[in-house]
Nanobody, 123 residues
Framework: VQLQASGGGLVQTGADLRLSCTNS????????VGWFRQAPGKEREFVAT????????RYAEIVKGRFTISRDNAKNTVYLRMNNLQPEDTAVYYC?????????????????WGQGTLVTVSS
């Protein structure tokens, strides 16, 4: 499994970004996929997760209503749409493939991790 996260960058407060996570080596259409983030000096935290079919999702309270996770299994890609970004959203964002089809906010339930993409939100 080779996960490639992309779409990060430097934006101003209130801007939108869409992150992508692609698995180039193997399909993950039967697995839940999650996004996590790690801000400087902080522990990695859960952001969002989506079911293997893409018909169910879960979000951290801090991003609920602003972020949307989606997936296109035909393209082997999962997206994280981030609207109205705030400085506290600054972090390295990681996508991860679950050990199974169930959604989880626990990083231990994810077997494969991408290299991360940096999102910086300036005030």
């Amino acid at each position: 499994v080779q996960l490639q996260a992309s779409g990060g960058g430097l934006v101003q407060t209130g801007a939108d970004l869409r992150l992508s996570c692609t698995n180039s080596r193997r399909t993950f259409s039967n697995n839940a996929v999650g996004w996590f983030r790690q801000a400087p000096g902080k522990e990695r935290e859960f952001v969002a997760t989506i079911s293997w079919r893409g018909d169910n999702s879960r979000y951290a309270e801090i991003v609920k209503g602003r972020f949307t996770i989606s997936r296109d299994n035909a393209k082997n890609t999962v997206y994280l749409r981030m609207n109205n970004l705030q400085p506290e959203d600054t972090a390295v964002y990681y996508c991860a493939v679950g050990r199974g089809s169930w959604m989880s906010s626990n990083s231990q339930d994810y077997a494969y991790w991408g290299q991360g993409t940096l999102v910086t939100v300036s005030s």
